[in-house]
């Protein structure tokens, strides 16, 4: 029987670390998407923490509808591969412990994919709110808004923040996340690009909305420019990373070295004009200009910015 017929069976993925109190919070909602979708529905907590410290919180729920599971090898790349492999729908649509999903959402994720025959995903919009008022220079910055393409826009890149997967294509891809980034970060990059070179198309939905809320340990100046070098660090050694040509290599350090050059003196230009005429945007957007292009140089040549390291 063509599962298209009917709706297909969805996984909600999420993903957890020592959060106890998101993911107490983030649970009925997803629940809630489950029981209101037209089809077979589960949701899935993996704990990425090996003590399994969101077992009583997620046992509180008492939902057969719940599954836990426990993925005790550091890292994000490696709690997302044991999601895949828990698995057992047609689809996964992975979100994120501390993200709260608008009313609709599972049935606008599901509906855009099946405007997409044979895609192998989905990304949805994420607004992202904030507990307390934040720093000025954060909003002039405009580092928490996200881009947003008309719906049904193809997308090469995707992060996993709010994205449906299609399990049958993603097989036939043979894509799985790699550990190589799981503490790095940057392994949502990766596995576009892996999924853009084998084939693997992804398109936007701009209604399918989940609210993110920002804690106040990254609604800080600090953090927004660590990101800004991460991602910059992480878009450089992936690009390299898909590269199997020693001279094709070569030629995208050189390339990405030039280009993260002239983030930094773009950054430092608009970081004086700011200054001058008192635009706290253009002194904000200066600053990530530059930490990004620094970014893109150190990954171009081979060093790692380690976001997600943990104290043992």
Known sequence: MNRMLGNPS?????????????????????????????????????????????????????????????????????????????????????????????????????????????TLGVFGLVDSTFGDDPDPWLVAGKFFERRKPPTGTSLDVVATNNLLLDMARLRELDLRFDNAYGISGGSDTMFSRQARQRGGTFFFCGEALVHDVVPADRATRQWVLKRAHRSGNSWSRTQIDVIDSAPKRLAARLKLTASGLARVGFGITRGIYGFVTRNLSQRAQGARNIYRGAGLISGAWGHTHVEYARKK
Not at 22 to 38: G, T, W
Not at 55 to 73: F, L, M, N
Not at 89 to 117: A, C, N, Q
């Open 10 to 118: 969805v996984t909600i993925a999420v993903l957890t670390f020592k959060r106890p109190r998101d993911i107490d919070e983030a649970l009925p909602l997803l629940v809630d998407q489950i029981a209101r979708y037209d089809g077979a529905g589960t949701v899935l907590v993996i704990d990425n923490d090996a003590n399994a410290s969101a077992a009583d919180v997620v046992g509180s729920h008492a939902d057969p509808r719940i599954t836990y599971v426990v993925e005790s090898t550091p890292g994000i790349a490696a709690a997302r591969n044991r999601a895949l492999c828990e698995t057992t729908t047609d689809l996964i649509i992975f979100i994120d412990d501390d993200e709260r999903p608008s009313h609709d959402w599972l049935s606008l994720m599901v509906g855009e994919y099946r405007k997409h025959p044979g």
